[in-house]
């Protein structure tokens, strides 16, 4: 069983608080045992100058007489209740308790002169206060230990929740939010700033889930629109020509529908095939060498028979030579979806232009038109997947409003960006721009990301 985040963080509080609190018991354990040491070694200090001032004293007194000196002082020391011994070299003088001082636990030896000779005090105290004061400290410290430690498992389980409080709301808010309201936004208030932006992150990652969900929905249900035509075309011909029995040239008139429709329903196909593969990430360039003159000299005589249908002037201003590193394939079909996009919407006696304009690091695709244009509140929408500006861009010129949507991918996947420019009434201007060497570090196949 996997533990909660709160029972291992208030673990983590107590075992830090544990070591904390051992520290700072052997510490004060420590303390206590030395300043009562000190204590006993002052009150030494002081008891053997006393020792020594009343041995001087009663040496004087007793004119001479060492042994009365020191019987005296032993007499006099023995209000204070140490042990005390006075010794003429090796050989003991007085003492109390009698015979020397029986092993204390801690000493102190004075020096003094009488006489012309030299006599040693002697002064020992027990270190008795010392054990039992630590003694003390220790069992307050071992009744209090379990006692602070369960106080702070509490209090850290109790600091742990209102900590995690807010993820817990987060949480909760988070399992409501479903596909159909991914418009909900996590509500946090007084939170910590790390929350907050734990939230604010959570929050921006659900407006993009939002956009991708409203866009996969529009993008269904803009294809399956796309889709219905040409299946209804081709379906409708079909009963018709079974409905009953035909000439030989009525048949092939049907056939020719389904054969165009058919082309149109393929055509929709690949482009939303290769568009799905382009968000999924799994499209490749086929990156190599050519020369993107060429590229647009071959593209314009392709469309040439397009214009020349339309009763249109078609101009190309390829340039000199302009070598490339791409996908050539891809970067072909961004022109000619240029074109036809430029043919199809330019009235008969127009001109469609296309032209290369390298400029040092860059180089600009400009595929111009003295067309229908495209109005200012249909201009930034222009690149989105099945949208047709106007009611002159309509399904009956062809287009499944895909084509500038694949322009924009290409381009971008090429490290580049597309614009347009467009007045109603006066024409449109498609640019591409492109970095010359933009995939000049690639070596072999490039993903595109």
């Not at 673990?11 to 354990?29: E, W």
């Not at 929050?203 to 629109?225: I, K, P, T, W, Y």
Request: charged residues 25%.
């Amino acid at each position: 069983m996997r533990k909660s985040f709160r029972f291992r963080l208030t673990i983590l509080y107590l075992g830090l608080f544990s070591v904390l609190f051992a520290l700072f018991s052997v510490f004060v354990y420590g303390g206590i045992a030395k300043a009562v040491r000190a204590r006993i070694g002052q009150t030494l200090e002081a008891e053997a100058d006393t020792a020594a001032g009343i041995f001087l004293d009663e040496f004087v007194e007793m004119k001479g007489d060492v042994q009365l000196a020191a019987n005296e002082t032993v007499d006099a020391m023995k209000l204070h209740g140490d042990e005390i011994s006075v010794w003429d070299g090796e050989r003991l003088l007085a003492s109390k308790p009698p015979g020397g001082i029986a092993e204390p636990r801690t000493r102190l030896e004075r020096r003094v002169t009488a006489g012309g000779r030299e006599y040693r005090i002697v002064l020992g105290a027990s270190l008795q206060p010392v054990t039992e004061t630590s003694r003390a400290a220790l069992s307050v410290i071992l009744i209090g230990l379990p006692l602070v430690l369960a106080l702070a498992g509490v209090g850290g389980y109790l600091l742990a929740g209102r900590s995690l409080r807010p993820l817990t709301s987060m949480a909760e808010q988070a399992q409501r939010i479903g596909e159909s309201s991914l418009h909900t936004r996590i509500q946090i208030r007084r939170a910590a700033a790390e929350v907050e932006t734990l939230a604010a992150s959570f929050n921006e990652l659900l407006g993009r889930l939002d956009q991708s969900f409203e866009g996969m929905r529009r993008f269904v249900a803009d294809a399956s629109h796309e889709l219905r035509t040409p299946v209804a075309v081709i379906r409708g011909e079909a009963d018709v020509a079974l409905s009953a029995k035909r000439t030989p040239e009525e048949y092939r008139e049907s056939l020719t529908v389904v054969l165009e429709e058919s082309r149109r329903l393929s055509r929709l196909v690949e482009d939303l095939l290769n568009l799905a593969r382009a968000d999924a990430g799994r499209v490749r360039l086929q990156v190599q060498d050519f020369y993107l003159n060429e590229l647009l000299t071959d593209c314009c005589r392709s469309a040439q028979p397009l214009a020349a249908a339309k009763q249109l002037k078609l101009e190309c201003s390829a340039g000199a030579d302009l070598q490339y590193r791409g996908d050539e394939e891809l970067l072909r079909r961004l022109v000619m979806n240029l074109l036809d996009n430029a043919i199809r919407y330019t009235p008969a006696g127009g001109t469609v232009t296309a032209a290369l304009e390298p400029t040092g690091s860059l180089v600009r695709l400009r595929v111009t038109d003295t067309g229908v244009g495209i109005g200012a509140e249909d201009l930034g929408h222009v690149f989105e997947r099945f949208y047709r500006a106007g009611e002159a861009r309509s399904r009956e010129d062809g287009g499944f409003g895909l084509g500038l949507a694949i322009v924009k991918w290409i381009a971008e996947s090429h490290q580049g960006m597309v614009e347009c420019r467009s007045t109603p009434g006066v024409g449109s201007e498609f640019m591409v721009t492109l970095p010359l060497h933009a995939l000049q570090s690639r070596v072999g196949v490039a993903e595109l990301v």
